[in-house]
């Protein structure tokens, strides 16, 4: 798939969206969804694309390899897919591996955040400096200043240098709080004692997504996606390929938790909470616009 081909496919909308899933309105889960498509300008972006493209990357090697290099030059597969905690392993690790061996850490880095800040640039031109070089700064401050904990992802992205230019130090702030999120949902769903392809069909079903359309895209095949059905079902979390109540509970209760592994964030962020959401609202309505986001509502919520 050429850029083209991803942007028709995920990015140009048809007029057939479904509706905005129904989510908590909590003000973690409002800093998530402001954050989202800045943070993933870094791969949906035509600008980044291309400067992956330049490396020898295809689309999905180059997410991957670009995401990852964060953990650094020579990191096992089997922790990288623990980090990501969502694709399947045999699917990621051979991804992974295609990456690696077409650029070095330092290339496909830089692509990334020169492609990141070149893409938001361009989908936010109607966006004054000011607001984007604000949102930065403030969500800089934040995720700075927390403590990392056991949150991988997040940690080694914190360790790279950070960009200089404003829209590029917007797009790192948001990535930022992307992997912290990201970091914390996966541990919430390890303790709700869910494996990689069960948070997968719970979250999809949560979202409004048909059985599997989602899952598939991570790797998961037929007979594996109707086996974590079954044992769903056996927990009372399906009934038939729908939710029950109680798995619509349970999958509240998971994004309860992981709101709360995000509190030093908020506390980091204090009464400028409402202040970075908004902007952030503002250069994500611009992205959106721009068709430099998936156009998909409930792919951008469910990440």
């Not at 990357?57 to 390899?65: A, I, K």
């Not at 709101?259 to 908004?278: F, H, K, S």
């Amino acid at each position: 798939m050429d850029y083209d081909d991803i942007a028709a496919h995920f990015l140009i909308p048809t007029g057939t969206e479904p509706a905005t899933p129904a989510v908590p309105a909590t003000v973690a889960r409002r800093l998530r969804d402001s954050v989202e498509v800045v943070a993933t300008i870094g791969w949906w972006s035509r600008q980044a694309s291309e400067a992956s493209l330049s490396l020898g990357h295809d689309f999905f090697d180059g997410y991957v390899w670009g995401r990852a290099a964060a953990l650094g030059a020579d990191v096992d597969p089997a922790v990288v897919t623990a980090a990501f905690g969502v694709f399947a392993p045999e699917l990621l690790g051979v991804v992974y591996r295609q990456g690696r061996s077409i650029s070095g850490r330092e290339q496909i880095l830089a692509a990334r955040a020169q492609g990141a800040s070149a893409g938001l640039r361009a989908a936010t031109s109607d966006v004054s400096d000011a607001v984007v070089a604000e949102a930065g700064d403030l969500l800089l401050d934040a995720v700075l200043a927390v403590d990392a904990g056991p949150r991988p992802l997040f940690a080694a992205l914190r360790s790279l240098p950070l960009p200089d230019d404003p829209h590029g130090r917007l797009w790192r702030g948001a990535e930022l709080v992307r992997e912290h999120r990201g970091d914390t949902h996966l541990a919430s769903c390890a303790c709700a004692g869910l494996d990689s392809i069960e948070m997968n069909v719970l979250t999809e079903l949560w979202l409004g997504y048909p059985l599997g359309e989602y899952s598939s895209t991570r790797g998961f095949g037929p007979d594996a996606l109707g086996d974590a059905a079954d044992r769903l079902r056996r927990r009372g979390w399906m009934d038939g390929d729908d939710l029950t109540a109680s798995g619509r509970d349970s999958r509240l209760a998971i994004e309860t938790v992981t709101d709360a592994g995000q509190q030093p964030l908020l506390d980091a962020l204090g009464e400028r909470a409402d202040r970075v959401i908004e902007l952030a609202g503002l250069v994500s309505a611009a992205v959106i616009d721009a068709c430099a986001a998936p156009a998909d509502p409930r792919k951008r919520a469910a990440g």
